[in-house]
Nanobody, 116 residues
């Protein structure tokens, strides 16, 4: 059974950085699309970044473009989200999701809080 487990969230001051990790297990991920999403209190879940495990172009929400980077380590079955120049409005629960054609599988989320 496919499992996605996020880690790396925490409390950081505005302007700081965090790197989120998403460890995948229980499947073959070479053809998966992997994405990061976030949900702030009282708001709908929103797309943050996307990449394919096999490589190719990456996509970002306009709100994080130039500050966040999605990457992967195939040997570790882990996808990362490097977040730089964090802003208070980046505060949210961040979710990793993936699947062969859509986001079939989701992690439990990790809290990111950015203080001003």
């Amino acid at each position: 059974q496919v499992q996605l487990v996020e880690s790396g969230g925490g409390l950081v001051q505005a302007g700081g950085s965090l790197r989120l990790s998403c460890a995948a297990s229980g499947g073959t991920f070479s053809n998966y699309v992997m994405g990061w999403f976030r949900q702030a209190p009282g708001k709908e879940r929103e797309f943050v970044a996307r990449s394919r495990w096999s490589g190719g172009p990456t996509y970002y929400a306009d709100s994080v473009k130039g500050r966040f980077t999605i990457s992967r380590d195939n040997a570790k079955n882990t996808v990362y989200l490097q977040m730089n120049s964090l802003k208070p409005e980046d505060t949210a629960v961040y979710y990793c999701a993936g699947g062969p054609a859509a986001y079939n599988y989701w992690g439990q989320g990790t809290q990111v809080t950015v203080s001003s």
